[in-house]
């Protein structure tokens, strides 16, 4: 299975971004999906989670109220919406499957990372 990620730009502090990431090669209908993003310098960080049919959602505290994690498991795909976005959200941001058992917040997780998408928020 391949993922990869998309939606990313540049948008001024309070802006707001959609991610998308789309899978081919396999169904995901059955698996968790999470992102993930890394900063410059920073190890990859959780982002948020959601089950395989997203009824389990878990967010980082540094984006919960401001970020939305969203599934269609017709087509494939996994959203994030990121609004009041805030400089130090830049980085790069990551989707995953899940393929361990686990809370959904480790990379340790996770496999088939996508390239990733730059998301830079500045004025």
């Known amino acids: 299975v391949q993922l990869q990620a998309s939606g990313g730009g540049l948008v001024q502090p309070g802006g707001s971004l959609r991610l998308t990431c789309v899978a081919s090669?396999?169904?995901?209908?059955?698996?968790?999906l999470g992102w993930f993003r890394q900063a410059p310098g920073k190890e990859r960080e959780f982002v948020a989670s959601i089950n395989y049919n997203g009824g389990i959602i878990a967010y980082a505290d540094s984006v919960k109220g401001r970020f939305t994690i969203s599934r269609d498991n017709a087509k494939n795909t996994m959203y994030l919406q990121l609004n009041s976005l805030k400089p130090e959200d830049t980085a790069v941001y990551y989707c995953a499957l899940k393929t361990r058992i686990g809370p959904g917040k480790s990379k340790s997780e996770y496999d088939n990372w996508g390239q990733g998408t730059l998301v830079t928020v500045s004025s």
């Open positions: 090669g396999r169904d995901l209908s059955r698996n968790g």
